[in-house]
Nanobody, 123 residues
Framework: HVQLVESGGGSVQTGASLNLSCVNS????????MAWFRQRPGKEREGVAA???????DYADSVKGRFTVSKDSAKNHLHLQMNNLKPEDTAMYYC??????????????????WGQGTQVTVS
């Protein structure tokens, strides 16, 4: 089964950059759709960026132009390069996975595997 582990979070100042990584330490699946979600204090979990099994990429409007997602399908690794970070990006960031296609990439119930999260704090 899929076991996702995130890393790369931290505390940075406004305008800085961070690179988050997610690796699947379980069984590797070629057709694994993966995504980043985040949960800001007092808010519901929201989708940030997703890469479907066919390579289709989606971004939330709030991060377009600042965040770049990339996926190594053979290794089930997912990365999120975050530039020009803002205080409103402060959140716990989670990696999510789903075997096969995505239909609604930013609906959390689409995914059946989740990591424990990595904290990003921007001040």
């Amino acid at each position: 089964h899929v076991q996702l582990v995130e890393s790369g979070g931290g505390s940075v100042q406004t305008g800085a950059s961070l690179n988050l990584s997610c690796v699947n330490s379980g069984t590797t699946y070629i057709y694994l759709s993966m995504a980043w979600f985040r949960q800001r204090p007092g808010k519901e979990r929201e989708g940030v960026a997703a890469v479907a099994s066919d390579g289709t990429i989606d971004y939330a409007d709030s991060v377009k132009g600042r965040f770049t997602v990339s996926k190594d399908s053979a290794k089930n690794h997912l990365h999120l390069q975050m530039n020009n970070l803002k205080p409103e990006d402060t959140a716990m960031y989670y990696c999510a996975g789903r075997r096969g296609m995505l239909f609604t990439p930013f609906v959390s119930s689409e995914y059946n595997s989740w990591g424990q999260g990595t904290q990003v704090t921007v001040s």
